[in-house]
T-cell receptor
Framework: EDKVVQSPLSLVVHEGDTVTLNCSYEVTNFRSLLWYKQEKKAPTFLFMLTSSGIEKKSGRLSSILDKKELFSILNITATQTGDSAIYLCAVYAGNMLTFGGGTRLMVKP | DAGVIQSPRHEVTEMGQEVTLRCKPISGHNSLFWYRQTMMRGLELLIYFNNNVPIDDSGMPEDRFSAKMPNASFSTLKIQPSEPRDSAVYFC????????????FGSGTRLTVV
């Protein structure tokens, strides 16, 4: 059975801090790893990673994949209160997307 | 593009009643997925369709749950009879099958069964 595990479960930081969210996986027929941000409604797409060692960056967010060690990290620098959300990691394997349990991030002013 | 459209946005019903959730995928997408999200279990895949055909329904919790996709632009998820433990947010997502997982999610239906 495909498995995706995220850590920490929750995190409280202050504005300006840098955070690192972790995602490890055990799947068959890996195709890609995706990060989503979920605020009040539907998950919204952040990154798709398919190759090891290549950092994807969007503003203050960046992510990298290690296919040998089977994990990915999502970094957020200079956090803002608007970054408060649940961050979901998902792995696309075979023909399906399996989600981790998410990391709930709260950024305090 | 209107995105994935789900209805209703909220549903409150009494235990034992039938509930039908609706989804209109993005035009041109050939895969459709139903997910359920709860605090305890996170996002769980219930069923997915490819070209309107159910491919994997192993995530459907029990026989009370059924899903149909009569055409490429419409799908339903039905719960009959509903139970309080079915209370959750139900998401529909669609993708073009070759996107390597770049799904687009609808806004979800928040179901409360009392």
């Amino acid at each position: 059975e495909d498995k995706v595990v995220q850590s920490p479960l929750s995190l409280v930081v202050h504005e300006g801090d840098t955070v690192t969210l972790n995602c490890s996986y055990e799947v068959t027929n890996f195709r890609s790893l995706l990060w989503y941000k979920q605020e009040k409604k539907a998950p919204t797409f952040l990154f798709m990673l398919t190759s090891s060692g290549i950092e994807k960056k969007s503003g203050r967010l960046s992510s990298i994949l290690d296919k040998k060690e089977l994990f990915s990290i999502l970094n957020i620098t200079a956090t803002q209160t608007g970054d408060s959300a649940i961050y979901l990691c998902a792995v696309y394997a075979g023909n399906m997307l399996t989600f981790g349990g998410g990391t709930r991030l709260m950024v305090k002013p | 593009d209107a995105g994935v459209i789900q209805s209703p946005r909220h549903e409150v019903t009494e235990m034992g009643q039938e509930v039908t959730l609706r989804c209109k995928p993005i035009s041109g997408h050939n895969s459709l997925f139903w997910y359920r999200q709860t605090m305890m279990r996170g996002l769980e895949l219930l069923i997915y369709f490819n070209n309107n055909v159910p491919i994997d329904d192993s995530g459907m919790p029990e026989d009370r749950f059924s899903a149909k996709m009569p055409n490429a632009s419409f799908s339903t998820l039905k719960i009959q009879p509903s139970e309080p433990r079915d209370s959750a947010v139900y998401f529909c997502a669609s993708s073009w099958g070759r996107d390597n997982g770049g799904y687009t999610f609808g806004s979800g239906t928040r179901l409360t069964v009392v």
